[in-house]
């Protein structure tokens, strides 16, 4: 397990924009993915994006055209670009790393409120 720093959430109107970020360590080693999960109240955790080592992208459906996934020049850090955000986006957002090695490791999370 690796320590991933998230940080970008809070509350936002509907309409609006947020961006996270999380930064894995530069010295890890074998990364595949790095992507954004989320869960809201209630509901089990879901994909959000996911990008891999080759820059492929995939997003959740509920998600596509309003969020953009990337990744830094070193590739140890990726951003969410969120945007036209309903209040059905509210939820923790988790930041998740894979390698290939096995290691599987998750971020504390990082609240995102949509309200008026």
């Known amino acids: 397990q690796v320590q991933l720093e998230e940080s970008g959430g809070g509350l936002v109107q509907p309409g609006g924009s947020l961006r996270l970020s999380c930064a894995a360590p530069?010295?890890?080693?074998?990364?595949?993915?790095m992507g954004w999960y989320r869960q809201a109240p209630g509901k089990e955790r879901e994909l959000v994006a996911t990008i891999s080592r080759g820059d492929t992208t995939n997003y959740a459906d509920s998600v596509k055209g309003r969020f953009t996934i990337s990744r830094d020049n070193a590739k140890t850090a990726v951003h969410l670009q969120m945007n036209s955000l309903k209040s059905e986006d509210t939820a923790v957002y988790y930041c998740?790393?894979?390698?290939?090695?096995?290691?599987?490791?998750w971020g504390k999370g990082t609240l995102v409120t949509v309200s008026s």
């Open positions: 998740n790393v894979k390698t290939i090695y096995g290691m599987d490791s």
């Open positions: 530069r010295s890890i080693a074998g990364l595949v993915t």
